[in-house]
């Protein structure tokens, strides 16, 4: 049976547009999933499409790590076979991406959390393991401190020991992920930001009320000029809270080679640094697991990155990790159904799951419940 029959026969042809229609009978060979995204979620995704492929009748799925940006713009395209079933994500979607998901014709989203990553900071085992608190990883790879005169500056730290006397004295070096990685989007907020918070005025700065006057002169005291909250105020239609505000000083990474991009391949990021004993890497836990004999995270505000710390919550530095699948590919693209009560299933994501045994932090009980209901149900996303 061709696609436009597979189509017309479950009634979904009114569904999706005469376009996407001649699009998937062009593609017909499109036989199997799609699935992009998150270079987090990939080793978990792969591991259920080889296992999905060795235990189904249907073929194995092809997953492609694109970040999880590039894998939500690349799933908000549109409907049909020319875009893909499923995006994972290390985040959380965001109300923007929902917006241009509607406005291209994907209209139900199924959303499926499927448990709970850290993100690793971590050095080759030739060196020593590294005592960090957000504290100095921010002040270590902030595009801007806040200088002796109390305004913002250039980050001038060179050293660790720059920012910390009890840190090595060696160069400031950190290999990481680029802007379109969802663990960049958690490593700025986690990381970058639960060490800004530790500045008195910044702190001070996230808790401010929009548009108030105490906003604006504390952005005089730190020195950030009034075009960034008219170009807030330009894009958003009205004006910053101080948490707006906020995310830009203490978000904002420095680009002077103290942080270098190393793509979405957090494989390459290990090979690195076991060929560069005095670099640091950002990345997730589950790589950091993978490859203890070459790579050991640092020791987060006292608390070390493992599998208990960050199923209790108490490392410092942890995200839920997500996929999403569209509702209108669910039986046209053969699997989709099956695939999700395979990811969804107490032998992948469940607390004996072979998924923990590749690094995944398990959900409690009831939250797997929860999403397990949304997967068999095809429940669609709610934001709110």
């Given at each position: 049976?061709?696609?436009?029959?597979?189509?017309?026969?479950?009634?979904?042809?009114?569904?999706?547009?005469?376009?996407?229609?001649?699009?998937?009978?062009?593609?017909?060979?499109?036989?199997?999933?799609?699935?992009?995204?998150?270079?987090?979620?990939?080793?978990f995704a792969t591991v259920?499409?080889?296992?999905?492929?060795?235990?189904?009748?249907?073929?194995?799925?092809?997953?492609?790590?694109?970040?999880?940006?590039?894998?939500?713009?690349?799933?908000?395209?549109?409907?049909?076979?020319?875009?893909?079933?499923?995006?994972?994500?290390?985040?959380?979607?965001?109300?923007?991406?929902?917006?241009?998901?509607?406005?291209?014709?994907?209209?139900?989203?199924?959303?499926?959390?499927?448990?709970?990553?850290?993100?690793?900071?971590?050095?080759?085992?030739?060196?020593?393991?590294?005592?960090?608190?957000?504290?100095?990883?921010?002040?270590?790879?902030?595009?801007?401190?806040?200088?002796?005169?109390?305004?913002?500056?250039?980050?001038?730290?060179?050293?660790?020991?720059?920012?910390?006397?009890?840190?090595?004295?060696?160069?400031?070096?950190?290999?990481g992920p680029p802007p379109?990685?969802?663990?960049?989007?958690?490593?700025?907020?986690?990381?970058?930001?639960?060490?800004?918070?530790?500045?008195?005025?910044?702190?001070?700065?996230?808790?401010?009320?929009?548009?108030?006057?105490?906003?604006?002169?504390?952005?005089?005291?730190?020195?950030?000029?009034?075009?960034?909250?008219?170009?807030?105020?330009?894009?958003?239609?009205?004006?910053?809270?101080?948490?707006?505000?906020?995310?830009?000083?203490?978000?904002?990474?420095?680009?002077?080679?103290?942080?270098i991009e190393a793509g979405?391949?957090?494989?390459?990021?290990?090979?690195?640094?076991?060929?560069?004993?005095?670099?640091?890497?950002?990345?997730?836990?589950?790589?950091?697991?993978?490859?203890?004999?070459?790579?050991?995270?640092?020791?987060?505000?006292?608390?070390?990155?493992?599998?208990?710390?960050?199923?209790?919550?108490?490392?410092?530095?942890?995200?839920?990790?997500?996929?999403?699948?569209?509702?209108?590919?669910?039986?046209?693209?053969?699997?989709?159904?099956?695939?999700?009560?395979?990811?969804?299933?107490?032998?992948?994501?469940?607390?004996?799951?072979?998924?923990?045994?590749?690094?995944?932090?398990?959900?409690?009980?009831?939250?797997?419940?929860?999403?397990?209901?949304?997967?068999?149900?095809?429940?669609?996303?709610?934001?709110?």
């Open positions: 049976m061709s696609t436009r029959q597979i189509l017309a026969s479950i009634g979904l042809a009114g569904a999706l547009s005469a376009a996407v229609i001649t699009g998937a009978h062009a593609a017909s060979a499109r036989d199997h999933i799609s699935i992009v995204g998150s270079s987090t979620v990939y080793p259920v499409v080889e296992q999905f492929g060795k235990t189904t009748s249907f073929k194995t799925p092809k997953v492609e790590s694109t970040g999880s940006g590039g894998g939500l713009k690349l799933f908000c395209a549109g409907v049909g076979v020319q875009h893909p079933d499923i995006t994972n994500a290390s985040r959380r979607i965001k109300s923007s991406e929902v917006a241009k998901c509607d406005k291209n014709g994907v209209k139900d989203i199924i959303e499926i959390k499927i448990g709970y990553d850290g993100i690793a900071v971590a050095n080759s085992k030739k060196a020593g393991q590294f005592k960090l608190s957000r504290k100095d990883i921010y002040l270590a790879l902030a595009h801007k401190i806040q200088g002796p005169d109390g305004k913002l500056m250039d980050n001038p730290h060179k050293t660790w020991k720059d920012v910390n006397a009890s840190l090595p004295d060696s160069k400031i070096e950190v290999l379109t990685s969802g663990t960049r989007d958690a490593f700025n907020e986690l990381a970058m930001g639960g060490g800004a918070k530790k500045i008195d005025d910044l702190k001070k700065l996230r808790k401010m009320k929009r548009g108030s006057q105490e906003l604006k002169d504390m952005m005089a005291k730190l020195g950030v000029p009034m075009s960034v909250w008219t170009a807030y105020e330009k894009k958003k239609g009205k004006a910053p809270k101080g948490k707006d505000i906020f995310k830009q000083v203490a978000y904002a990474i420095r680009e002077d080679g103290a942080f979405e391949n957090d494989n390459l990021i290990v090979q690195k640094l076991d060929a560069n004993p005095n670099a640091l890497g950002v990345f997730g836990f589950s790589f950091l697991d993978q490859n203890l004999d070459k790579v050991q995270g640092s020791i987060i505000d006292g608390v070390e990155a493992t599998f208990e710390t960050i199923a209790d919550n108490s490392y410092p530095i942890s995200r839920p990790l997500y996929f999403y699948a569209k509702k209108a590919h669910v039986g046209v693209i053969p699997g989709m159904k099956e695939y999700l009560m395979e990811f969804t299933s107490d032998k992948a994501w469940g607390d004996e799951g072979y998924l923990s045994e590749r690094g995944l932090i398990p959900m409690p009980k009831a939250e797997r419940a929860k999403f397990a209901s949304a997967a068999k149900n095809l429940t669609p996303l709610s934001l709110k």
